[in-house]
């Protein structure tokens, strides 16, 4: 995309505010037919048949980002990743976004290319425009905000607050990878800052590296839950852990929940991971974040339509409020489930 600018290092003030917008955003194209206008003028313009949804979230190096580890490529897709996913937790189409940065002068033309180039792939595959943003200098860091905007028929949208008692609670994909894969590259630049010519071995950690680095938001699952016709009553995505976002489905739906131990999906990397770093895989599964797959209820009666689905696994059912939240664990005890950690490691409750 950017090609034979890789060698040089171009500072931010030899291209000006304005010539860094018109560099950087020189590539995006406009696909969606509700772009009507984009980059360029004082705000873009949009028109969207059906209701609107909008959503932003704001990414802080060193709140949540690292850069030690998180290639700049990776941490554009990232940031865009993390705003579809929840368009598709509203179970909506995204269709545009809106990308801003404020970042000290330590960064370069070719950094901010990077950035950029991620964020342009993210755009690319999940097929929505960039359509705008705000670019001003920081004293410190990188921050990055992104609004993602998509559309939805009024009666598809699912909300957190429509499980009913019995409704059977559903998890696309496994958890605890992105979670484990921060620890192994933690781990690394650990092992990196005390002898620099260490070669980092992640082969081995591939897919749960990769689940940390570059998140996939499940446009695919809001796409199959159309095509299986199946509504969720209730949807979230997974961005804090399965334990939390658990929490807010039964607070705003006013129920409670039995979560089953041994129903729990998780990968075999992550299996063996746990074990390398000596954590109780359901303690990662309940409380690692960062996943982005989406956690939904569904009515009983379209138990047909998603048994046996490859992409989704049934972890457990809705109940009454007065019964609360649990874990039926692997021996069949109930231990209820806190905001973050069943298992006394926080036993801090959310609001
Ligand atoms: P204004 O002064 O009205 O905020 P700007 O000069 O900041 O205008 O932006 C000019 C155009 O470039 C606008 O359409 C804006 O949305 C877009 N833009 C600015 N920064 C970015 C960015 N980082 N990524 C994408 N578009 C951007
Ligand atoms: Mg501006």
Not at 21 to 29: N, S, V
Not at 43 to 62: F, I, M, N, R, Y
Not at 178 to 183: I, N, P, Q, S
Not at 316 to 344: F, V, Y
């Amino acid at each position: 995309m950017f090609q034979n600018t890789k060698e040089s290092k171009t500072k931010l003030s030899e291209l000006g505010e304005f010539g860094l917008i018109d560099h950087l955003t020189q590539f995006f194209k406009i696909k969606q037919t509700s772009t009507v206008t984009s980059i360029g003028d004082d705000a873009a313009v949009l028109k969207h048949d059906k209701h609107t949804v909008v959503t932003t979230d704001l990414l802080v190096e060193g709140v949540h980002f690292d850069l030690a580890y998180m290639p700049l490529k990776h941490l554009g897709y990232k940031a865009v990743m993390v705003n579809l996913s929840d368009v598709y937790a509203m179970n909506a189409k995204a269709e545009q976004i809106t990308v801003s940065i404020a970042c000290s002068n330590r960064f370069t033309v070719e950094a901010l290319e990077e950035l950029y180039s991620g964020i342009a792939t993210a755009a690319e595959l999940y097929d929505v425009d960039v359509v705008g943003g705000d670019t001003t200098s920081a004293i410190k860091g990188l921050t990055i905000s992104v609004t993602a905007i998509g559309q939805a028929e009024k009666e598809d949208i699912t909300y957190r607050s429509g499980a009913k008692p019995n409704d059977l609670l559903v998890v696309s994909g496994d958890l605890g990878g992105a979670f484990l894969g921060l620890k192994v590259l933690q781990r690394e630049n650990e092992v990196f800052k005390v002898n620099p010519d260490a070669q980092p071995d992640l082969e081995k950690y591939n897919y749960i590296v990769e689940r940390q680095l570059k998140p996939e938001a499940r446009k695919d699952i809001v796409e199959l839950l159309a095509a299986l016709e199946v509504k969720p009553t209730s949807m979230i995505d997974i961005s804090d852990g399965l334990s939390s976002e658990l929490m807010h489905l039964c607070k705003h739906s006013k129920v409670g929940a039995n979560l089953f131990e041994d129903k729990l999906p998780l990968d075999p990397m992550c299996i063996s991971t746990c074990e390398e770093f000596k954590l109780d895989s359901t303690t990662v599964v309940l409380n690692g974040g960062e996943d982005y797959e989406l956690l939904f209820t569904v009515d009983q009666n379209d138990f047909k339509k998603i048994k046996a689905n490859p992409h989704l696994t049934i972890i457990g059912h809705m109940a009454e409020q007065t019964e609360g939240i649990h874990l039926i664990s692997r021996m069949n005890t109930k231990i209820p489930i806190k905001a973050r950690g069943w298992n006394g490691m926080n036993e801090e409750d959310e609001d």
